[in-house]
């Protein structure tokens, strides 16, 4: 990374708490580098009860955009001037661009879930799919799957059943999808509903690193060939799972080209800007391996 910064280094950042195990800084950066572009992207560690004293700070700094991690992601909305459709409906925004002042709110996250799975889109459009997690990271999946993929019907699976019963209501309320049917994790019945999902996608954090043998034991059994299985998880960037999943003949589908894209996007929005994302891609999968 360059190490010259004046007057007119545009600034971006993430803000986040904890926030030492983001690799937006690495996938940022990089991109400023391949591009010579004269901006930097720097994380701000800062707990919820600074959010909002740190948004002002952002403005006054004039800090041209940012990321928004976990815990500010649901909380940040409030303070926006201006939230997009899909950040609105998903309820969470991950991307902020401060114009002049004015703060906009985007989720970019759909953009990550819309480059992985649209090369598949005839193996999965109108089918049975399942998702398994409740989490911020389900939210943005189960809004891709209802505005792009039109399922007959979406398995909601999460091992507090609670939470996935108050997404769906969230969601037959927000976009009026109705299709929905929630399991607890554990049930052996679960791989009859598993084998019969075009798509099955991992929205939980088993099987990241370190516990990278750890996975969800009933979608073992599952898969078939032609099947389509997506793994959010991106560290390791071939998972447990992911690994199963092929040996079975299924189409498994990582979660660091979801991550590059939706910094992609991200990029974007702040400086108008192309991310080579092949590059970038292949960049991190080494950073991550070191
Ligand atoms: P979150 O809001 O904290 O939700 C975590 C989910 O995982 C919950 O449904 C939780 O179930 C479930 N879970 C956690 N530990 C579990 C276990 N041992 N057994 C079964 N279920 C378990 O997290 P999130 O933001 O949705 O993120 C979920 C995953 O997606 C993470 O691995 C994250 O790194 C990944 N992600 C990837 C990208 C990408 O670009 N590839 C983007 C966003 C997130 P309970 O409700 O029962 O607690």
Do not use: C
Not at 21 to 35: G, L, V
Not at 37 to 60: C, H, I, Q
Not at 183 to 196: G, R, S
Not at 218 to 228: P, Y
């Amino acid at each position: 990374m360059k190490n010259t910064f004046h007057i007119n280094t545009k600034v971006l950042g993430v803000i986040g708490h904890p926030i030492k195990h983001t690799y937006s800084p690495f996938i940022h950066n990089i991109t400023i580098e391949f591009k010579n572009l004269d901006y930097v992207y720097l994380p701000f560690d800062v707990p919820t009860s600074n959010l909002r004293t740190a948004l002002k700070g952002m403005v006054a700094l004039g800090i041209k955009g940012f990321n928004v991690t976990l815990p500010h992601k649901e909380n940040i909305i409030q303070y926006m001037n201006n939230v997009s459709e899909e950040a609105s409906i998903i309820g969470s925004v991950n991307t902020v661009v401060n114009e002049l002042g004015k703060l906009s709110g985007y989720n970019t996250d759909v953009y990550g879930i819309l480059e992985t799975l649209m090369p598949h889109k005839e193996d999965i459009m109108g089918g049975e799919v399942s998702i398994v997690g409740a989490g911020g990271a389900a939210r943005a999946v189960i809004y891709t799957m209802i505005r792009y993929f039109k399922p007959s019907r979406i398995y909601l699976v999460n091992r507090t059943e609670q939470r996935a019963e108050s997404l769906k209501n969230y969601f037959k309320d927000k976009m009026k999808y109705d299709s929905f049917k929630t399991k607890e994790l554990f049930p052996p019945d679960l791989v009859d509903v598993f084998k019969k999902s075009k798509l099955i996608v991992n929205a939980t954090s088993v099987g990241m690193f370190p516990d990278s043998d750890d996975t969800i034991t009933t979608l073992a059994d599952s898969f078939s060939k032609g099947q389509v299985v997506f793994d959010l998880v991106y560290n390791p960037p071939q998972t447990h799972l992911l690994k199963l999943a092929a040996s079975k003949g299924a189409i498994a589908l990582d979660g660091l080209k979801m991550l590059v894209h939706q910094a992609a996007k991200s990029f974007e929005l702040w400086t108008g800007e192309e991310m080579p994302t092949e590059r970038i891609y292949k960049s991190l999968q080494l950073f991550i391996k070191d």
